[in-house]
């Protein structure tokens, strides 16, 4: 504690007890301390001693934090109580138990497009507030948002009480330098066009990981906002989407004129296409259900292992070779057999369970790379590294390949190769023996320890994750479905299938209604499942083709020659797609007409007729969709060639 | 659905075909219908509001419902349901706005009954902060209802819809009114425009509605719910909500009354008299790490149970037959007969495993104890963050497989007694010859082996799913004891050894105040020169007590909050009463912290140090009396015990 914070909590004696020092700004410093009466952490800003003497610099800051007080916006860190004592002027505000993103973005880079975008959102809900309210925050920087821990929301502090400095031609000017907009840097006073600049500014910074502009001076910084074009976002930021990068440029034009005309209008650039999707609990819980059956697995690893052990051991001590080998398969298959039967019941059930909630594979098959994509992020958060798995997966391969290689390979050929001496051939046996079981012991315990190691789920992206997705895609997994759904009234999925994509819902759709409408006009109109069947499923393809090849032009250059051609062919798809979505659209409209007017239409005849044409168009086109998807994976693989930042020239 | 939604359904499908596509309905307003859509483009599921067809027909209606829905969409706020889209096509006027996964407030107070306090607090709180930015934005919401706030299901945070999309109440030959009768502020009915105020009447009413469980104007139809708005006074919340605070009373019921000057001036005034949102601080990673770390040690244990099975099965066995040889005069076949070392053979391996991994155990104990001091954490750390984790998580009710556990060895156990009685009296049971005793009493074996490597591996399982069999309530009780004992610090220390001294942590928002101020004034000590801490050397330990003192005060201010004692006016007075002696102690910690800062900046003489230290040690003694007797404390916290029937909770009509 230095002699100012004794002085300041001589001040405050009673009502809060300081705890150290959290940071100081250009305007004050920021203590960590505590609410006596209420028992709470708070932050305390306290203007700088040398300010606070200035009567005019001691009033703006009271006032502009009395205005700021009156905010109320859960993005807003909220301002308790402003007061002045003797010579101590100071506001008390709530702590938020987190870091600031200037802190996350040098402790961890650029931020994901997607967390980035979130903050940006975040902050410009805030700030449009603010706006509403006539308050210009004037010091929007890095430091000013932070990232709450436990909620990952980004709450916007400091209003309206900037720093001063000295601007070009010699007027003070409030603010941080990097943030400061062009007008602003000239002498015109700040207003909401000027934060939406600064916000241009931190979104650059997140997504990026560096700030637009740097220098050594900040003479020299402010020079560069004034003069120099802002270096070209999408080649910083990976897999950032066109439409945010747009946005952030957009912000960061020059002139005030050219951003967007406020909050509302940045938060409709950003509007995303697709928001996070929300998975069913039952769904959820279908997809954490591994972690239920590992301990079925893990007791029943040492149970094998030591049996076998023991088997094995009996094997080489004992005459009865035959009878202990059969009896060490039938072993080894009994006790491997038992976990496996309880872990199948085990899947069946949680399929049935699933089946009961109206959810079907389709279900599974489109809410699994929602999943993923909540595990991959879950994991980043949490900044888990699947090593201790990694290296007990490596072991136990090594050990179940040595075991291998001795029963196959040296066994058999003991005699030739190791003993040439008859007499010699017990002691050898034995030695070799005791090691096998050695290494067998620990492969086995490899095995059950890799079961039981909580929190190591595996990887989201690895190569199981490939193989069960591979798995619940195939034809297989709706057979398995099918029959651990046996006898079971399928019941109607309630609200919450948002996971579901378009096709599918209508594909659902079409099906349901052919099952409710009679049997003659089903046999009158055909396979319509079917039909139905290839159409969700071609949209369903068209739609992911359309999805990567836009990831692939915003990965791009912008200048790049390849963009045209890509976006013809993703707007011909686009096209389809829509035909296609069409089409099922009104082929599920001509049910439900045939189901309330109980009367076939020569509308449906002409549907169905269209519909089939469609679908040989479908599956002819599917030979041209391997050819873009030959020309995605060409211009990704030339993109993976490092793309080197272009050097940003020094100041004319 | 009835035969004419269908057609509706079917006709607005038709108009909208190739951009949204309907799934199905989700609800009737009194302006129209909401369906649940997907907008094809965006592949993102949406909600579309339709108006009635006889509405849309009339062409004030439509234009009203079209000028306000685009007002609306305007609005972009975290709380606010956004509208992507307002448009017409073919006939049909609909709007379109994102979907909120849940259900609204009015679907929740019919389905559970009343919102408990804090939780109705949030609720209000972001509806005000909702209602605040469209204020500030000159619009006015104009029916703020229980159903126009949706609950998200997944981060239950309240999200406001439907801002001036109001309903038209039919007033035979009077000038016309728009909004739900039920929330309607007096003001309006006489005639007057709509105003912040009447938003702010309406929250009221929302509020009222949310936290008693019913609304507080009902009638037979809405003329005489409308004159009850005007005429009748508000029923008295605090009788109708038990539970909520006085302040909260007073702020729902000052945005109640009938003239609206009387009411708060806005809404974020409204806000500001509900207490602040405690701040939720989550413990540091380390400290996290560590109270979960049986998480990480049970595995170990898990393991070793099915190894004590098979490794003591025979040796068990031998022990059953060194019992019945006595009894019966009768030898079971041995894997090794005549062992000399049969004990040993027993005790090896149902000693040696768990002693294994016991020290296992011990070992990753220490482990963990030396990450949490490395990063400068201290058994008081320790103990605050087992205590919140103890409050924060009770004890998970355990699942089906966890039961399914608990009775099998339960069932094991007592089926091994049974076959024990059987062995041993196995003359009264089978008759004949030997050779029957032999055969009998194989089987009898046989399945006692089996269920002794049930038993253990059902014990293994019970570490892994975390359910005891024998109910010890292990890891609670004793765990949270241990480490309160002196062992528990011995042990922190102990595993501490080598570690030096660390800066302070990074993150200490867990700790209460005045273990800070303890932890603070140990430093100061520890850095003061040798002859100045010789002439203080008991200030660390009265401070370590005065810190105790002031914990205990708090839990037992904290037991004084239960809500069974919520209307005791003797239990408020004692509140308050400890809150003052709280207080006084932390502040009595903060002056010795400040002289001790003073000192190591040499700046104040001892002398004012010592009085101090007389001051704390004095103040100690006192809260000691009055921790140890307080009569009137003990016969209120008994009270607290005996459960008050519930009182029945009339739904909404």
Known sequence: MDHRAIELQQALLGAYS??????????????????????????????????????????????????????????????????????????????????????????????????????????????????????VHRDLTLENILIERHSGRALLADFGIAGERDAIDGEPVFGTPGFLAPEVIRGVPADARSDLYALGVVGFSALAGRPPFEAATSAQLLAKHLMQPVPPLASYARGASRRLVDAVECCLRKDAADRPADTAALLAMLERAAEPVTIAVPLRTWFTRWDRIRPIYALATPVLALQTWLMIDGYFRSGLRMLLTVALITTILTLTAIPVAVHLLFEASELRRLRRFGFGVDDIRAAFPHWQREQVRQRRDEGLAPLHGRVLFDLTVVGAVVILLVFAVVWPNLWRWVVPVPGEIGATETALVSMLSTVYLATLSGVGVGFLVPGHRSSPTGWLAGLKQRFWQSRFAGIIVQLSALGQQGSLATFATL??????????????????????????????????????????????????????????????????????????????????????????????????????TADLTQQLELARTLETKLLRDIAAHTDIRRMLHRVRRQHRTPLTPSPTPSPA | MTGKDELDFAGLQDALAGVYSLESRLGQGGMGVVYLGRDVALDRPVAIKVLRPELAARPDQRERFLAEARTGARLSHPLIVPIFAVAEAAGWVYFVMGVVAGESLGERVRRAGPVPTSEGERILREVGWAL??????????????????????????????????????????????????????????????PSVQSDVYALGITAWAMLAGRLPFVGDDAAAVLLQQVQAPVPSLASAAPGASPRLVAAIERCLAKDPTARHDTVEAFIATLERPGTVTALAPPLHRWVTRWERIRPAWAFAMPMIAMLSVESFVALLDRLTTGVMGYRFPMPFPGDPGLMMGILRPVVLIPAAALLLQGMLEVRELRRV?????????????????????????????????????????????????????????????????????????????????????????????????????????????????????WLARLA??????????????????????????????????????????????????????????????????????ADVPEAAALRARLAIRQEAGITALERLRLQLAGLSGEAVPTGALTEQLRDARALEGELLTELAGHPSLKRLLKRKSTPRSPTPTPLLT
């Open chain 2, 132 to 193: 605040a930015y469209a204020h500030a934005m000159g619009i006015l919401h104009r029916d703020v209802t229980l159903d126009n706030i949706l609950i998200e299901r997944s981060t239950a945070r309240a999200m406001l819809v439907d801002f001036g999309i109001a309903a038209e109440i039919d007033r035979a030959g009077e000038a016309s009114l728009v909004g739900t009768p039920a929330y309607l502020a007096p003001e309006l009915i006489h005639g007057d425009p």
């Open chain 2, 496 to 565: 501490g050894f080598g570690l030096g001294r660390n800066e302070a942590p990074a993150h200490t928002l867990h700790r209460p105040t005045e273990l800070v101020l303890d932890l603070a004034i140990d430093d100061l000590w520890g850095a003061l020169p040798d002859t100045m801490r010789r002439g203080l050397l008991e200030l660390p330990a009265v401070a370590d007590s005065l810190r105790q003192r002031v914990g205990e005060l708090k839990e037992l201010t904290r037991q004084l909050e239960a809500p069974a004692l």
């Open chain 1, 18 to 135: 300081l705890e150290r020092e959290l940071g100081r700004g250009g305007m004050g410093v920021v203590y960590l301390a505590r609410e006596i009466r209420l028992d709470r952490p708070v932050a305390i800003k306290v203007l700088h001693a040398e300010l606070a003497v200035r009567p005019e610099a001691r009033r703006r800051f009271v006032q502009e934090a009395r205005t700021a007080a009156r905010l109320a916006h859960p993005h807003i860190v909220p301002i308790y109580s402003v007061e002045e004592r003797g010579s101590l002027v100071y506001f008390v505000m709530a702590l938020v138990d987190g870091e600031t993103l200037g802190q996350r973005i040098r402790r961890r880079g650029a931020l994901p497009p997607d967390e980035a975008e979130r903050a940006l959102r975040e902050t410009a809900w805030a700030l449009g507030y603010a706006h509403a309210h006539g308050i």
């Open chain 1, 499 to 600: 996971h579901r994509n378009t096709e599918l819902v209508l594909g659902l759709a079409v099906d349901d209604l052919w099952k409710a409408i009679p049997d003659d006009a089903r046999r009158e109109l055909g396979d319509v499942p079917a039909l139905t069947h290839t159409l969700q499923r071609g949209a369903a393809e068209l739609r992911e083709l359309a999805d990567r090849l836009r990831d692939s032009e915003a990965e791009l250059d912008p200048a790049d020659p390849e963009i045209p051609r890509l976006a013809a062919v993703r707007t011909t798809l686009e096209g389809q797609h829509k035909e296609t979505v069409t089409a099922l659209e009104r082929l599920r409209l001509q049910l439900l007409r045939l189901l309330a007017s109980k009367e076939h």
């Open chain 2, 373 to 489: 001091v490395r990063s400068g954490y201290g058994i008081e750390d320790l103990r605050v963050a087992l205590r919140r984790h103890t409050l924060e998580a009770p004890g998970e009710a355990p699942g089906l497989l966890g039961r399914v556990i608990h009775d099998v060895s339960w069932l094991t156990v007592i089926g091994m007694i049974v076959l024990a009685y059987v062995a041993l009296h196995i003359r009264w049971f089978v008759g004949g010859s030997n050779d029957e005793y032999f055969a009998f009493a194989q089987v009898i074996l046989d399945m006692m082996r089996w269920g002794w490597v049930i038993l253990w591996t059902a014990f293994g399982a019970s570490f892994v799913m975390r359910v005891s069999p024998i109910r010890l309530h292990h890891g609670k009780g004793l765990g949270t004891r241990f480490w309160n004992s002196r062992l528990g610090s």
